[in-house]
């Protein structure tokens, strides 16, 4: 696909869309250049133009004028995903979300709310705790991330294993499609089975069918109560396999996470927190249970300890104040800048069917021995999802770029031979493109490229993405 470059006259028909006050140059060296990249490695590519629209409709007069014009424009959020969705690879237009920023209505009644899409997640979240009601996906960067982005790669988060992911709260959708055209994509019920599913279509679309204006979220009730437990291992596998037997046990924590000794140790020293590690210690899982009574999360936690007790565990922590809890979280929730800070490093979100965890971790570290590749992973034990971390270390230049891709390649081949898949919440985007016929057969891929093409038969909205 060729795209036009942005003429003079171009830039001045786009300006007077949403105000020169709203448009950004690359000649405005340090404002612009938040804009050329996001959270994955260290990856850069400046766009010809930001724009800052206010609205659907400006947002849609500026998809009119590029898509009749062959003008790329890439979606973009707050700038926090991990697979390179929102870099501009084609130039063209950087298309920010950040001025739709407003909670349109809670409505308590029908436990509902309408957003616009630059709303914090964790703004969010709070805005509707205060009313009793719960918004459960809490992605890491929840205190950063917007709503919109959310979606567009439904993210899920610590809490999924038993509240689900973003896909699961989403009830209708505004979208702008790359023709212009303004659109809702279902109605606002729990129940629809009127036509397909276009609401479900847009989540998980990665910016690539059309931009977000609107979001329409069911909410639940909050679970006032919960309790918060560290648990050491003696083995990285016997702490994966405690994941599926706490369920079969009959408990479905509302997190499950683990933690393998180096990821806690680095998130330990970035914090500066005082966790003393004893060094037989291999890995950690951390389990929170939430409800309404604590007599009866007491109760799941004497169940949850009858399982614990049948593998090598150390001393378990039962965290006995607020700050103890958010601390336990603030440690898990900083491991990935834990890792940044320490190395240069990809980080490949795999997934596989939990029962599958301890195989997955296990041939992690045998592929990392064959391609000579420190990893460090961690997760969302409960829904199987593991975050590998590659580090550079010591690695020659030449093995990381050169060998280090065939590494990858059989982590994410072990992932669907387990039944798994190469991403569970982070998105293919522009890093993960590579591999994507490693998880999708043709006919998947000859599917999903015709629904890209009736959506964007010129191809303009977030090019050189997941295909």
Partial sequence: MKFNPITPEALEALSAIVGQEHVLLPAAADDMLRYTHDETEDLRYEPEVVLKPANAAEISRIMQYCNENYIPVTPRGAGTG???????????VILSTERLNSIIEIDEHNLQATVEPGVITQV??????????????????????????????SSGG???????????????????????????????????ATGYNLTQLMVGSEGTLGIITKIVFKLIPYPPQNLVMLVPFRS?????????????????????????????VWATRYLGLDLSLPEDIAAHLLIELDGNDMDLLFKDAERVYEVLETFDVGDILVADTEKQ??????????????????????????????????????????????????????????????????????????????????????????????????????????????????????????LMRGIKDLFDPRGILNPGKIF
Wanted: aromatic share 8%; glycine share 10%; net charge neutral.
């Fill in 124 to 153: 969010f979240q709070e805005a509707v705790i205060a009313r009793g009601l719960y918004y459960p996906p809490d992605p890491s960067s929840r205190g950063s991330c917007f709503l919109g982005g959310n979606l567009s790669e």
């Fill in 325 to 446: 809890k958010n601390d336990l979280w603030l440690l898990r929730r900083n491991v990935a800048h834990a890792v940044k800070g320490n190395s240069i490093y990809k980080e490949e979100d795999t997934v596989v069917p939990r029962a599958e965890l301890p195989k997955l971790l296990r041939g992690v570290k045998e592929i990392g021995a064959k391609y000579n590749f420190k990893s460090v992973c961690y997760g969302h034990a409960g829904d199987g999802n593991l975050h590998i971390n590659i580090v550079k270390g010591d690695m020659s230049d030449e093995d990381w770029n050169d060998k280090l891709p065939e590494g990858i390649k059989e982590i994410f081949k072990l992932c669907v031979s387990l039944g798994g898949t190469i991403s569970g919440e982070h998105g293919i985007g522009l890093v993960q493109r590579q591999y994507i016929n490693i998880a999708l057969n043709e006919v998947q891929l000859r």
């Fill in 82 to 92: 991990l697979s390179g969705g929102a870099l501009a690879v084609h130039k063209g």
């Fill in 236 to 264: 990285e596998e016997q702490a994966c396999a405690a994941v599926s037997r706490i369920f079969m046990a009959g408990i479905v924590p509302s997190a499950l996470e683990f933690m393998e000794r180096e990821a806690i």
């Fill in 158 to 192: 610590p809490r999924a294993v038993k509240y689900g992911v973003t896909k699961d709260y989403v009830l209708n959708v505004e979208v702008v499609l790359p023709t212009g055209e303004i659109t809702w994509t279902g109605a606002n019920v729990l129940k629809n």
